[in-house]
């Protein structure tokens, strides 16, 4: 029975799924001892049970919330990818400041704003007060550092994990762009 790979996208770039996604012809190697559930190659939205889940980006909304714990949940293996994911990255320079100071720059003073008023459409997700990383959030058994992190650290990760090590990745494998 083949191994089992989701991967998500939260508060971050996107970065980190196109290094996944540059690991190239290997992802037919991966094909051959794994199925991907949800990921940028199947746009698969409801996660089943799986062996690893890949998560980059931080947490900083209520969906990321839900998400990320249902990861948890389904996941047997859970690895941060990413600097966003394993410390909140770019999207925690808000940190700084309250919600408040940065929703109104955003959408009532901030330069280049034409129509000031807040957004208050209900499908919109809830924001935290703080960009987390994920660790404060769930349970991380493995962190992939780099921004994003190489193909190459990706591939030897995945590779050690699906035949049940733990990653060791060389410090010239790991990548702040």
């Known amino acids: 029975m083949k191994a089992r790979i989701a991967t998500c996208s939260l508060a971050g770039c996107f970065g980190c799924h196109m290094s996944f996604m540059d690991i190239?012809?290997?992802?037919?190697?991966?094909?051959?001892?794994?199925?991907?559930?949800?990921?940028?190659?199947?746009?698969v939205r409801e996660l089943g049970p799986c062996d690893i889940g890949l998560v980059e980006?931080?947490?900083c909304n209520s969906e990321n919330v839900e998400i990320l714990r249902a990861f948890r949940r389904r996941c047997k293996i859970l690895v941060a990818v990413g600097a966003c994911a394993i410390n909140g990255g770019i999207p925690a320079l808000r940190n700084r400041y309250e919600l408040s100071q940065c929703l109104a720059e955003a959408f009532l003073t901030g330069i280049g704003v034409t129509d000031p008023k807040m957004p208050s459409d209900p499908e919109l997700p809830l924001l935290l007060n703080k960009v987390h990383p994920i660790h404060e959030v769930v349970k991380v058994d493995y962190s992939l550092p780099g921004c994003p992190?190489?193909?190459e650290?990706?591939?030897?990760?995945?590779?050690a994990l699906l035949a049940g090590?733990?990653?060791?990745?060389?410090?010239?494998g790991i990548r702040y762009d």
Do not use: F
Request: proline share 12%.
């Open 153 to 159: 650290a990706i591939w030897t990760a995945l590779s």
């Open 24 to 43: 190239d012809e290997r992802l037919l190697e991966l094909a051959q001892v794994a199925d991907l559930d949800r990921s940028p190659l199947t746009d």
């Open 149 to 151: 992190p190489s193909a």
């Open 165 to 172: 090590n733990v990653p060791q990745l060389p410090p010239e």
């Open 57 to 59: 980006g931080g947490v």
